[in-house]
């Protein structure tokens, strides 16, 4: 079978002959001129019914070892043909480890990422969280489809995986995807998280990654300004929505907690010590890790106002974290703050000494 500089071939060794006559089936591999391999194809044939690389007659046995062969074959061209589609150079020995090692289970890349996500969703609720589990499963799409569009494959080995695959990876996602420098960072990390698995499964030993850095975004300040946040509680909004929200966003401010973790907070969260201070004590729900907050002033009087106004005894009435963003953009622009306001900036705000909270705690009540 000759295709694209790969023939595949089968002889009999006949100097190890057993004694009923059976000689076992060698196969050998040629890619160009001047690369060979050869390979034991776990088989036998006797040589009165072989003939030109195939068994002979229509014997039972004789349709048996040629449809291995036939398996063998394809499965030599398709490995050449994915090997040969990520990088040059692919020779015989190359092609042979990799049908060996399929003979074997060996592992492809989006086998293996599917497998991952499949362990992945057994631990939701355990000690992983779904939102993570959905960027997972986005990025297994988005690698799909790259590999579609550039190889016309649906899966490959991952000993086929090199340091080309990754940059034109990259490439794909910028150009054609047209994805922001952050989102494509977010998607290699994935992929880097998913062959590392394989090295620590000893899958690979070979790092593609290695040697690869993302670009990374310019860095836009995150954390709020003493006087932005002084404007963000002193301006009228003049809309119930919108001091809703920002009571919220404040809240996070002076505690830290972020979207997720306010969701979860009810009245059982909250203990007060002998010294009179209320904490929050509660655990992270991405990481499960346990925390506690001494509550100011602040963030009391908020959950003064709203007690009682959240369903199932939730602390605080919460609305979706799209939703919160989008009044947020509102507040920004009534407050006259440039900067992109989104409710996870809270978390970034480092509380100033300097701020005069007594002058602020009247435009909370």
């Given amino acids: 079978m000759k295709q694209s500089g790969l023939k595949v071939s089968f002889y009999l060794k006949k100097s190890e002959m057993s004694d009923d006559g059976l000689c076992p089936v060698m196969g050998r591999i040629n890619v160009g001129r001047y690369s060979e391999a050869a390979f034991s194809a776990k088989l036998s044939a006797s040589p009165k019914v072989w003939m030109l690389g195939r068994a002979t007659g229509k014997s039972a046995a004789s349709r048996e070892i040629n449809r291995q062969l ?30 060996q090692g399929m003979a074997f289970g060996q592992e492809t890349l989006m086998g293996y990422f599917r497998t991952f996500i499949e362990n992945f969703a057994k631990r939701v609720g355990v000690n992983r969280v779904h939102g993570t589990l959905k960027s997972y499963n986005y990025t297994y799409k988005c690698l799909a489809t790259f590999m579609e569009t550039e190889y016309k494959l649906s899966d490959i080995p991952f000993t086929a995986i090199d340091r080309s695959f990754i940059d034109k990876y990259d490439i794909y996602l910028r150009t054609q995807r047209r994805l922001a420098t952050s989102t494509v ?20 030993t070979a790092d593609p990654f290695a040697g690869y850095e993302a ?9 709020l300004t003493s006087e932005e946040l002084h404007r963000i509680m002193t301006t009228p909004l003049h809309d119930s929505r919108l001091y809703h929200v920002r009571d919220l966003f404040l809240f996070s401010c002076y505690t830290g907690i972020p979207y997720g973790d306010m969701c979860l907070l009810t009245e059982d969260h909250l203990e ?23 509550l100011l002033e602040l963030p009391l009087r908020i959950i003064e106002k709203y007690r009682g106004m959240a369903p199932e005894g939730k602390l605080l009435p919460m609305y979706s974290n799209s939703t919160l963003n989008a009044y947020l953009k509102r507040i920004a622009k009534i407050c006259g703050i440039e900067r992109r306001l989104v409710y996870h900036v809270a978390r970034h705000y480092e509380l100033s000494l300097s701020l005069n909270l007594n002058s602020l705690q009247r435009f909370i009540s």
């Fill in 70 to 99: 036939d398996e063998i074959r394809a499965s030599a061209l398709s490995v050449y043909q994915e090997l040969s589609a990520v990088r040059m150079g692919v020779t015989a020995d190359d092609v042979k480890c990799q049908i």
């Fill in 185 to 204: 960072g977010f998607h290699t990390t994935r992929l880097k998280m998913i062959v590392s698995e394989a090295i620590t499964d000893g899958i690979i």
């Fill in 215 to 223: 670009e990374k975004p310019q860095r836009e300040q995150k954390f």
């Fill in 272 to 294: 007060t010590a002998e010294d009179g201070t209320v904490w929050i004590r509660s655990s992270r729900k991405k990481t499960k890790v346990e925390y506690e907050i001494p």
